[in-house]
């Protein structure tokens, strides 16, 4: 594929000479990067920092890790009982992200850091895997191609690369939109298939007020310096919502745009979502509130809350209402609540509709 082609070109490009064209200004957190090779900070390219996102225990997963500075940043926040994997499609950035793995490992304390090569539109299937069982069974006929497929699809299904519901964090720092048109339904997919449920995702990523038209969709230039693929601002959020996650906001908006091009602004964002928890609760025993300060507020699971009256909502959507940001704009009465206060007549916790 023309686009894949040359983003992976640019970044290899990239993993050997530093490309100030790649590069947006972003404020890291300097505690995590004093232990980092100079090489790893210099030869990283992204527009935000989803390492804020990172807690205790996380099991995390970086979708195009590059050189590996997110994922270093990262192992050294999600603890003893933690760990990180990153994912990346390109030889030369896996070389320098491994090349320092041994050497971040004695600087933290542990071996946090898994580095696999593969699409991140295809979670399931790992290109370090099937290199090698293409070196120990060359495919020399149609019988070896039919074989590879067969052993292809045995290892997405019995053995692939990010299992199902296994990761807690999903990050991502200005990838996404390098990620062809076509295959980003699957990515979506792939995302909310590895995350557990109650699972996080922080993505940063470059999004645009205007749709890109097809001329500079077509910049081999611009596409692959994170411009001319960019999600539109809306249809980003809506990519999430579309596959079942909620909550869907964006959590940093740079107010002036990174570039303009053609009228169109260009600017780093960071897009937080949750998988929902599945639940048994019918919602008859969860209720919410809003108490304001606007007239009624909706959530992403369709709930809509007049301010004062008592709305009957599923476990999920109460559980998600009170562990968001703005709870205090929420009372939340629920039967269990209840019962473990021996029946007081309300509980009341941070949150909001998202």
């Known amino acids: 594929m023309l686009t894949e082609e040359n983003v992976k070109a640019r970044y290899a490009e990239g993993a050997q000479e530093k490309q100030q064209a790649l590069c947006c200004p972003v404020d890291y957190q300097t505690e995590l990067l004093k232990i980092l090779p100079e090489e790893i900070i210099e030869k990283d390219y992204g527009c935000g920092d989803p390492s804020r996102y990172v807690e205790d225990g996380d099991v995390v997963l970086d979708l195009g890790s590059g050189g590996g500075k997110i994922c270093y940043m990262a192992a050294q926040l999600v603890g003893e009982s933690g760990h990180v994997h990153g994912v990346d499609m390109t030889d030369d950035m896996l070389a320098l992200a491994r090349k320092y793995q041994s050497t971040m490992a004695d600087a933290i304390g542990q071996d946090r850091v898994t580095f696999h090569k593969g699409f991140i539109q295809n979670l399931a299937f790992d290109l370090d895997a099937a290199a090698a069982k293409i ?10 191609i039919e074989a590879y497929e067969s052993w292809k699809l045995s290892q997405r299904k019995k053995n692939p690369m990010i299992a199902d519901s296994s990761v807690s964090l999903v990050i991502s720092n200005c990838v996404l939109n390098l990620v062809d048109h076509e295959d980003r339904v699957q990515l979506m997919n792939e995302i909310f298939r590895v995350l557990k449920p109650g699972g996080r995702v922080a993505i940063s990523d470059i999004v645009c007020d205007k749709f890109v038209p097809e001329h500079l969709r077509q910049d081999t230039e611009l596409w692959s310096g994170c411009i001319s693929g960019a999600f539109h601002e809306k249809e980003f959020l809506e990519a999430f919502s579309a596959v079942g996650f909620v ?23 960071t897009l937080v979502a949750t998988k929902p928890i599945k639940s048994s609760t019918c919602g008859k025993n969860d209720v919410l509130m809003y108490v304001g300060p606007l007239a009624s507020v909706s959530d992403s699971f369709g709930n809509i809350y007049p301010k004062g009256e008592r709305i009957s909502v599923s476990e999920s959507a109460y559980r998600h209402a009170l562990e968001s940001s703005a709870g205090s704009d929420f009372v939340g009465f629920s ?4 019962g473990k206060k021996n029946g007081s007549a309300a509980t009341q916790s941070s949150g909001c509709c998202g």
Do not use: M
């Open 335 to 338: 039967e269990s609540d209840i």
């Open 247 to 269: 909550n869907a906001a964006y959590d940093k908006w740079e107010s002036e745009p990174w570039q303009v091009v053609e009228d169109i602004e260009f600017r780093s964002v």
């Open 135 to 144: 070196e120990k069974e060359p495919i020399q006929n149609a019988a070896g």
